[in-house]
């Protein structure tokens, strides 16, 4: 007997992208304008993927997973001053700049499971990376290297966000489950910048409940 269909509610839609699964690459051609350095490039790369699966014999014992990342490579050459020109040739004296190379990355999975038609799992976990180096450079000599790493992950189990009952809380209204699926769905969606993944997850009426 062929398995029966499975079709996502207006929850699974809420947690998901909702866009079809792709792998998409960006990429310039790299260029070196630094003769006295052969080595340093300008260069920009990017990648972005998505992946989703659902399984589960019925509709009443269902899973799906989707996952999205991304990673942005890049470095280019920079004067010191803002307001200066850049003419890199083998003479010292256009030494005189800031070599700066990019690794940034960032990834989301969702993963929802029901078992005999009640949510057993809703978990939600991103993680995102920004790492700069920056090589500052005076008369061809090196006067500086400097990184600045920042990542930071978060893992959050949202049956209780989206079943507040399980904690002894009131059901949520219509409006007010309205209002946090539309707020969870823009969540699940790719943080590229660290420092939002320490954002509240919903609105503070929703987070403490009445």
Same mark, same amino acid.
């Given at each position: 007997?062929?398995?029966?269909? &499975?079709?996502?509610?207006?929850?699974?839609?809420?947690? #998901?992208?909702?866009?079809?699964?792709?792998?998409?690459?960006?990429a310039q051609t790299e260029e070196f304008p630094n003769p006295?350095?052969?080595? *340093?490039?300008?260069?920009? /790369?990017?990648? +972005?993927?998505?992946?989703?699966? &659902?399984?589960?014999?019925?509709? +009443?014992?269902?899973?799906?997973?989707? *996952?999205?990342?991304?990673?942005?490579?890049?470095?280019?050459?920079?004067?010191? =001053?803002?307001?200066?020109?850049?003419?890199?040739?083998?003479?010292?004296?256009?030494?005189?700049?800031?070599?700066? #190379?990019? $690794? $940034?990355?960032?990834?989301?999975? @969702?993963?929802?499971?029901?078992? =005999?038609? /009640?949510? /057993?799992?809703? @978990?939600? $976990?991103? !993680?995102?990376?920004?790492?700069? %180096?920056?090589?500052?450079?005076?008369?061809?000599?090196?006067?500086?290297?400097? #990184?600045?790493?920042?990542?930071?992950?978060?893992? %959050?189990?949202? +049956?209780?966000?989206?079943?507040?009952?399980?904690?002894?809380? $009131?059901?949520?209204?219509?409006? *007010? !489950?309205?209002?946090?699926?539309? #707020?969870?769905? !823009?969540?699940? +969606?790719?943080?590229?910048?660290p420092d939002a993944l320490s954002a509240s997850p919903l609105? *503070?009426?929703?987070?403490?409940?009445?």
């Amino acid at each position: 007997m062929a398995q029966q269909a &499975i079709a996502l509610n207006q929850q699974d839609h809420a947690l #998901t992208t909702g866009l079809a699964d792709f792998n998409a690459s960006f990429a310039q051609t790299e260029e070196f304008p630094n003769p006295a350095r052969s080595t *340093e490039k300008d260069s920009f /790369a990017y990648e +972005l993927a998505q992946k989703t699966s &659902i399984s589960g014999g019925s509709q +009443l014992n269902r899973s799906i997973s989707q *996952e999205q990342s991304s990673h942005l490579k890049a470095s280019y050459h920079a004067p010191i =001053k803002a307001d200066a020109i850049l003419a890199l040739d083998l003479s010292p004296n256009s030494q005189n700049y800031n070599y700066v #190379t990019i $690794d $940034d990355a960032a990834s989301s999975a @969702t993963e929802i499971a029901y078992n =005999k038609g /009640a949510l /057993a799992k809703a @978990t939600l $976990d991103m !993680q995102a990376s920004q790492s700069t %180096r920056t090589l500052r450079y005076s008369l061809s000599k090196l006067q500086d290297d400097h #990184t600045t790493p920042l990542g930071k992950h978060s893992t %959050r189990d949202l +049956l209780a966000t989206l079943e507040p009952e399980r904690t002894g809380r $009131d059901p949520l209204s219509a409006s *007010e !489950q309205a209002q946090m699926l539309a #707020t969870l769905h !823009q969540q699940i +969606l790719l943080q590229q910048n660290p420092d939002a993944l320490s954002a509240s997850p919903l609105p *503070e009426r929703l987070r403490t409940g009445r």
